[in-house]
T-cell receptor, first 115, second 116 residues
Framework: DTGVSQDPRHKITKRGQNVTFRCDPI?????LYWYRQTLGQGPEFLTY????????KSRLLSDRFSAERPKGSFSTLEIQRTEQGDSAMYLC?????????????FGPGTRLTVL | AQKITQTQPGMFVQEKEAVTLDCTYD???????LFWYKQPSSGEMIFLIY??????QNATEGRYSLNFQKARKSANLVISASQLGDSAMYFC?????????????FGKGTRLHILP
């Protein structure tokens, strides 16, 4: 399977703990996006990378959140001192910008539950 | 103000009938792109169809077509001959501006139920 993969698929943690999620994009895609989706809502943009450079961050991304893409391939999203409000589905997407549509292809997501 | 509005929280449609899912958008930028994504219960977002703001013709992809009415800022998704596997959440989304890197803004979605 050469689609976007995310790990883990599910994470349950206690409030105050740190969590880290991983995203592996489609191999030739140079752009990688992180979104957050809460129940009954559409995905909300968090941040995106072009190769290893983080080019945009949403104001939703508080200082407890950090994302990296060190070699321009996989990316990690870390949440420090988790809060119950962080419970959501975290979606990763990748794209290849040489297409006019530049459609983003999404992974299966990581569902985070903060107790 | 909402950038993407989907007014139908849920819809029930008989199998084999055509379905129209409504979407209106709000932007002052002359250059933008419109997308529809499907999200089954498994959670993965599946890209369905794209319409560029300067495209003269409505986009079509198999059973999916996008009814693009630019003056009304409307981008409805039409699914012909619906199937049970079409039951899912459907999200309309928009990317504003010339920069194709820009983030996509999603609506709240419409849950479609196909009845046997």
């Amino acid at each position: 399977d050469t689609g976007v993969s995310q790990d883990p698929r599910h994470k349950i943690t206690k409030r105050g703990q740190n969590v880290t999620f991983r995203c592996d994009p489609i191999s030739e895609h140079n752009r990688l996006y992180w979104y957050r989706q809460t129940l009954g809502q559409g995905p909300e943009f968090l941040t995106y990378f072009q190769n290893e450079a983080q080019l945009e961050k949403s104001r939703l991304l508080s200082d407890r959140f950090s994302a990296e893409r060190p070699k321009g391939s996989f990316s990690t999203l870390e949440i420090q001192r988790t809060e119950q409000g962080d419970s959501a589905m975290y979606l990763c997407a990748s794209s290849l910008a040489d297409r006019e549509a530049n459609e983003q292809f999404f992974g299966p997501g990581t569902r985070l539950t903060v107790l | 103000a909402q950038k993407i509005t989907q007014t139908q929280p849920g819809m029930f449609v008989q199998e084999k009938e055509a379905v129209t899912l409504d979407c209106t958008y709000d932007t002052s930028d002359p250059s933008y792109g419109l997308f529809w994504y499907k999200q089954p219960s498994s959670g993965e977002m599946i890209f369905l169809i794209y319409q560029g703001s300067y495209d003269q013709q409505n986009a079509t992809e198999g059973r999916y077509s996008l009814n693009f009415q630019k003056a009304r800022k409307s981008a409805n998704l039409v699914i012909s001959a619906s199937q049970l596997g079409d039951s899912a959440m459907y999200f309309c989304a928009m990317r504003e501006g010339w920069n194709r890197d820009d983030k996509i803004i999603f609506g709240k979605g419409t849950r479609l139920h196909i009845l046997p």
